[in-house]
């Protein structure tokens, strides 16, 4: 499974803007900050991801404990 461009890519636009932040009044603002940040870089997402439903299946065979608990929220 190959994820280093996207995932470096949500690194990148997370850096750019947490950067210019010099620090956060409360670790609320960080994760409202971090949300909103996700939700824009989900907002500009060209595409969908191809093979999803095969990414997911193998990522629960490793993962199980944690894929189920994600998806519970």
Known sequence: MYTTNP???I????RKI???K???TSDMALKKLIYLVIREINRSQKGRVLN???I???L????DDRIKASLRG
């Open 7 to 9: 995932i470096e890519n």
């Open 11 to 14: 690194h990148r636009q997370m």
């Open 18 to 20: 947490t950067k210019s």
């Open 22 to 24: 010099g620090s956060f």
């Open 52 to 54: 999803w439903g095969l």
């Open 56 to 58: 997911l299946g193998q």
């Open 60 to 63: 629960s065979i490793k993962f």
